[in-house]
């Protein structure tokens, strides 16, 4: 087999939390565990964000609590604040998540503060991580263009992304939030952030709104990128970009990575029962 490629399961978080039906602390439990049966070995299990704003997130530290850890798999949760960091840590998070903008009008409109604003938020999470041996990862949202300012220029990307890796991410995820890169934009985004983050600290998270997001991770891989952040079903967008729903399948990327030889560890046919009941679920 060719290169390993990590893929990072959004689903039960970025997944569930622009679905407008409420998923039971069990069903998502089974959802999770039925992940990390197929072979994924990063899930991002929640949020601990706010249930008045993102309310499929409630209950996180049930769903942390109750979910059969697998050795070996990561089970990171967003956590905005520290508040959120603390409630992460009484739930045995290994992993936390922050997320930041490279459009200073989406950082308003999903944070309630400015890219500086939400960075000095960061700050103290980043501290005591260090101090706790947690590792942080860093989201980048609307690397490519956002719904209130348009197309989104790559020095503004740079900065955020140098920005959160200097702070000590382990990892950057670079966000297409809604879905309109193409190729030829994706592979210049990449290779302009070699400069800034090393290749194996970046990761790709787009949406396949416009249907392009498998020849964009094509692109990504080609110039070196190792981690790619997929949904199972396809399931979740963003609640703050309209009409953006739709991550990247977990399918989808399993299917081109194996058509082009890579590995990825995934047992495919236990990752669509998976998709299939969650699916099910979520339309029923």
């Avoid at 300012?149 to 900065?159: H, K, L, Q, S, W």
Wanted: aromatic letters at 6%.
């Amino acid at each position: 087999m060719g290169d390993h490629i990590h893929i990072v399961e959004v689903g039960p978080r970025d997944g569930l939390q622009n679905e407008k039906k409420m998923v039971s602390v069990e069903d998502r439990v089974r959802m999770i565990d039925g992940l990390s049966a197929a072979g994924l070995k990063t899930i991002e299990a929640g949020a601990f964000v706010s249930p008045k704003w993102v309310p499929q997130m409630a209950d996180t530290d049930q769903v942390m609590a109750t979910i059969k850890r697998q050795e070996g798999v990561s089970y990171p949760v967003l956590t905005p604040n520290l508040k959120g960091y603390e409630a992460a840590r009484q739930a045995n998070a290994d992993t936390v998540a922050v997320f930041a903008a490279a459009s200073e009008t989406f950082s308003q409109k999903n944070t309630n503060g400015s890219i500086d604003d939400v960075f000095e938020r960061f700050e103290p999470i980043f501290e005591r991580a260090r101090d706790d041996g947690i590792r942080v990862r860093g989201y980048v949202s609307c690397i490519f263009g956002c719904p209130y300012e348009g197309d989104i220029d790559t020095d503004a990307v740079r900065r955020v992304s140098k920005r959160l890796y200097a702070m000590g991410a382990y990892e950057v995820s670079l966000g297409d939030t809604i879905g309109v890169g193409t190729p030829d934009v994706a592979a210049d985004l990449i290779n302009a952030l070699k400069d800034d983050v090393p290749i194996e600290g970046l990761a790709c998270h787009f949406h396949d709104t416009n249907g392009r997001a498998i020849e964009n991770l094509e692109v990504c891989l080609e110039a070196g990128v190792r981690t790619i952040d997929a949904s199972v079903g396809g399931l979740g967008g963003c609640p703050y970009a309209n009409g953006a729903t739709g991550n990247v399948a977990t399918d989808k990327v399993t299917a081109m990575l194996d058509a082009k030889g890579f590995d990825h560890g995934v047992d495919v046919d236990a990752l669509m029962r998976v998709s299939d009941d969650i699916r099910t679920l979520i339309h029923s």
